[in-house]
Nanobody
């Protein structure tokens, strides 16, 4: 059973930084595609950043240069470093992991950026 748990969300002022973490159990991020999505109130869920098994990165245009997705050396934790945060980054952030033809989701962590 694959289980993902996000942490690191919170309230931050505009211009500040947060680092989100996603811990996996049941598998790891070594050879699996993984990513971060977010959903703001009243909005569709959107892709923020992703990393393929070999390490190819992809970002939402509005976060390029500000956010960085990475994995730890043990490949059991996925990170999203978020710098220069803006009020429009406010959302619930979800971690995802593709494993055996299925996409798993975490429960989400709230990020709130005040102006």
């Amino acid at each position: 059973q694959v289980h993902l748990v996000e942490s690191g969300g919170g309230l931050v002022q505009a211009g500040g930084s947060l680092r989100l973490s996603c811990a996996a159990s049941g598998t790891d991020f070594r050879a699996n595609a993984a990513g971060w999505y977010r959903q703001a109130p009243g909005m569709e869920r959107e892709h923020v950043a992703s990393i393929t098994g070999p390490g190819r990165l992809n970002y939402l245009d509005s976060v390029k240069g500000r956010f960085t997705i990475s994995r730890d050396n043990a490949q059991t934790t996925l990170y999203l470093q978020m710098n220069s945060l803006k009020p429009e980054d406010t959302a619930v952030y979800y971690c995802t992991l593709d494993y055996r033809d299925r996409t798993y989701w975490g429960q989400g962590t709230q990020v709130t950026v005040s102006s």
